[in-house]
């Protein structure tokens, strides 16, 4: 959500702001646009409504000139997408601004400033703080002392990149609830909200912590904490190529990130699995302490993390035996819980920085629970930071707005979790374990034989091309599988879609049924598959068409209104795994068929992180 990108250094800093801005395209925005100091000494900014393509062909046709400059895309959330409400925003020819996030108190701030003769010419929060800065430097302050001032006068959570046409060279950035980080050149230095967005010109990342300020020129880096004092935060290093967001042969990174799957699963594994147990230091360094204690679980995530969370709730109290409650972050944030003793808290976030489950994390903090454990693909996020416990998924960069691969890591975490738990419960004996961890092992094979069935599933696609809702069905561990393949469509094909536990369609749903809503179902082969055939019979009789993933082993009458698409057997502890594949797909491909954005669907953002 948003993207901010900022550059002070010895060349030219269009180029590299531009190409920050590609690489945030994942993000999620609706406008665009960029500010540099030119040699002159003057602001000169351009701003498009759209891709960052319109703003590459307004630089193209009027470069911008300048070794400091801030870009930024946009995610409205105050005022409407329009070119006057893009970023960066400015004050009098002064002073420049992009932000991230929301000024929960700019309403206040912006009556106050308007009584002082400024004059607003956005709708946005952010055009506050442009403001604020101005008027604290027109009273003799410098600009570090002035951004100081402005950022104790903000309420809400927030990333800002601020630009002094007095001050070339320099920027100021903020960090308060929304990510911000540093990446240091050579003789040059940047901000940027995602280091992806730097990977051309930076390896080294200094990630700011909450209520960082930091002030970098081409020569240093300085950085205060909320009081004023200068801080050090570590230099460190990435891993990650230049080139992690290229789609390769793929036609968008949905597709790649789906068939990265085995590759992410492997990763999530190794490391973690020794003499075919699982090692119990891989959730941290108090979890051997910890874990023996547990006697409950409250999950809380959101999204795809949350439907990840629902399957894990199945685990851990059928086969750990530990009782577990799921949440979605957003409500669990405003309301107060009763904390029963002994309680592991559990997060779930593929960024590490969504705000809803950052504020519940931080609230739980306080709540009286055992401890905290954070599953999270982002190793420098803020929520791995301020876990006392972590598991890291390792699925690698997600650049698709529909998660995944994350996905899938992040139920491969907690059947470990699950797994490790049971054990210290009584509940799994080491036979049993190593039968569970050869399961897991022979996942990442079990879903490359899953995926060799794109070809029917692109297919069967085109049968949705001028459909307009459907409804998801399943039973037991399996119903999240479905809440989350109704979510993968919506979210990118823009079909309407419900999810139902198969036994409550007689409830309600089956009303809806007819030959205009297809019905997709998915048929794993346990003990609940003669109930769900029931189910399907409800549907079939009421002229219902019925597309059935349903395991190989099942003998399923192939009526004239069902579409059946066989899966490879798998373990029962699996299945939930395995079954998300073709949904996944299914929405891919459906997605193509109907020629929507998939990669950045329209009205999402990848990393949530306003409220």
């Known amino acids: 959500m948003c993207g901010i990108v900022g550059a002070v250094a010895q060349r030219d800093v269009a180029p590299i702001l531009l190409e920050g801005l590609k690489r945030l395209e994942y993000r999620g925005y609706d406008s665009a646009g960029m500010a540099v100091i030119d040699p002159q000494q003057q602001i000169q900014r351009h701003r498009a409504v759209g891709k960052v393509k319109e703003l590459a062909d307004r630089l193209a046709a009027q470069p911008l000139y300048g070794n400091t400059g801030i870009a930024h895309t946009r995610w409205a959330t105050h005022g409407k997408p329009s070119e006057q409400n893009a970023h960066p925003l400015i004050s009098h020819d002064e002073v420049v601004v992009v932000h991230n996030g929301i000024i929960e108190n700019h309403e206040i701030l912006r009556a106050n400033l308007s009584a002082a003769g400024y004059q607003f010419t956005s709708e946005t929060d952010t055009e506050v703080v442009a403001h604020l800065l101005h008027q604290q430097l027109t009273t003799g302050k410098d600009f570090l002392t002035a951004v100081q001032y402005v950022a104790k006068e903000l309420e809400g959570a927030f990333a800002l990149v601020l630009m002094y046409r007095k001050a070339p060279g320099r920027l100021i950035g903020l960090r308060r609830g929304s990510p911000l980080v540093i990446g240091i050149g050579i003789g040059e230095h940047f901000f940027a909200s995602d280091q992806l967005a730097l990977l051309p010109v930076a390896q080294k990342f200094i990630y700011l912590a909450e209520n960082d300020l930091a002030d970098i020129t081409r020569e240093k880096v300085t950085i205060y904490d909320h009081d004023g004092n200068i801080i050090r935060r570590p230099i460190q290093t990435s891993s990650l190529s230049h080139d992690v967001a290229d789609k390769g042969h793929y036609r968008h990174f949905m597709l790649k990130e789906i068939f990265e799957q085995p590759e992410a699963i492997a990763a999530t594994l190794q490391g973690r699995i020794s003499r075919k147990q699982i090692l119990t230091n891989v959730f941290g360094a108090r979890a051997e302490a910890l874990f023996p204690a547990v006697k409950r ?258 003998n399923i009458e192939n009526n004239a209104g069902m579409r059946i698409i066989k899966l490879p057997t798998v373990e029962k502890i699996l299945s939930p795994i395995i079954h998300t594949i073709p949904l996944q797909l299914l929405a891919y491909y459906v997605a193509v068929c109907k020629g929507t954005d998939v990669d950045q669907p329209r009205n999402l953002a990848k990393s949530v992180t306003v409220e």
């Open 297 to 554: 679980i409250h999950i809380v995530a959101c999204g795809t993390s949350y439907h990840a969370g629902m399957v894990g709730r199945y685990w851990l109290e059928e086969i750990a035996g530990i009782p577990c409650q799921v949440e979605i972050a957003s409500e669990y944030r405003y309301r107060h819980p009763v904390v029963e003793n002994n309680t592991l808290f559990i997060t779930l976030s593929q960024s590490g920085e969504t705000v809803d489950t950052l504020a519940a994390f931080r609230a739980a903090k306080t709540a009286g629970y055992l401890s905290t454990l954070v599953i999270c693909n982002a190793p420098e996020s803020s929520l791995v930071r301020e876990s006392e416990l972590v598991f890291l998924t390792h699925a690698g960069p997600e650049i698709g707005v529909a998660s995944t691969k994350a996905f899938t890591t992040q139920l491969v975490a907690l059947l470990l979790l699950t797994i490790v738990l049971g054990r210290y419960n009584q509940k799994i004996k080491l036979e049993q374990e190593q039968v569970f961890v050869e399961s897991l092992e022979s996942l990442p094979k079990k879903i490359l034989q899953t995926l060799a069935l794109d070809k029917p599933i692109k297919k069967l696609a085109d049968y949705f091309k001028d459909k307009r809702h459907s409804l998801f069905i399943a039973r037991g561990i399996h119903y999240p599988i479905v809440l989350e393949g109704a979510l993968k469509l919506k979210e990118i094909s823009y079909i309407h879609a419900e999810a139902y536990p198969a036994g409550e369609l007689k409830h309600g749903a089956l009303a809806l049924v007819d030959q205009e809503m297809p019905v997709i179902a998915l048929a794993p082969h346990n003990e609940l598959i003669e109930k769900l055939k029931s189910n399907l019979q409800e549907v079939c009789a009421r002229g219902g068409e019925v597309i059935l993933f349903c395991d190989e082993q099942i």
